[in-house]
């Protein structure tokens, strides 16, 4: 079992809606938690980062974390077609190595 | 601040040539982190330095594999003898170092091994 599950999707939605992500882990050691954001033959790009559990707002992103279940999600709000992409999330304990989970496909239509 | 870059893009080569990669870091980040990826998975952890010394390694990097950072500044993976098996995006990330050590990736080197 991998130490980060991702749905590997796709996810397909209209323009406009709501977009929702999660990653379940389980290892309790993680403590710092990411999502990226990845193009087609591109890099990872960061769009959020998060440290404790709770709800972290950046624009139209929001990301959550709930360690008590080992949850992560990111929601992406009045959703555009150039957020069609492959949707990472990462993690890391203490260390400096992040585990990423398999990451989501997304297709926003317009 | 340019971003993270790796040269070459993209490198076709033929099985049990040697192929060389070489990353450099946003100016300052004293970390350094290498990456592989295969077609619908996320990244998976290689090697990682901090400035010229290499701290850490995963068990996917086998003895084809090394990687250096001699003056604390770009970085090379070389692979030897390459196998088909080594077909992969390779990633190179660099981090400032502080607490928060969040993590920039460069555009890749997509490698085929024929």
């Known amino acids: 079992q991998k130490e980060v599950e991702q749905d590997p999707g796709p996810l397909s939605v209209p323009e406009g809606a709501i977009v929702s992500l999660n990653c379940t882990y389980s290892?309790?050691?993680?403590?710092?938690f990411m999502w990226y954001r990845q193009y087609s033959r591109k890099g990872p790009e960061l769009l959020m980062y998060?440290?404790?559990?709770g709800n972290k707002e950046d624009g139209r992103f929001t990301a959550q974390v709930d360690k008590s279940s080992k949850y992560i999600s990111l929601f992406i709000r009045d959703s555009q077609p150039s957020d069609s992409a492959t949707y990472l999330c990462a993690m890391k304990a203490a260390g400096n190595k992040l585990t990423f989970g398999g990451g989501t496909r997304v297709l926003v239509k317009p | 601040d340019t971003g993270v870059s790796q040269d070459p893009r993209h490198k076709i080569t033929k099985r049990g040539q040697n192929v060389t990669f070489r990353c450099d870091p946003i100016?300052?980040?004293?970390?350094l982190y290498w990456y592989r990826q295969t077609l619908g998975q996320g990244p998976e952890f290689l090697t990682y330095f901090q400035n010229e010394a290499q701290l850490e390694k995963s068990r996917l990097l086998s003895d084809r594999f090394s990687a250096e950072r001699p003056k604390g500044s770009f970085s090379t993976l070389e692979i030897q003898r390459t196998e088909q098996g080594d077909s992969a995006m390779y990633l190179c990330?660099?981090?400032?170092?502080?607490?928060?050590?969040?993590?920039?990736f460069g555009p890749g080197t997509r490698l085929t091994v024929l």
């Open positions: 290892n309790s050691a993680f403590q710092y």
């Open positions: 998060t440290y404790s559990s």
């Open positions: 990330a660099s981090s400032p170092g502080q607490d928060t050590d969040t993590q920039y």
């Open positions: 100016s300052e980040h004293n970390r």
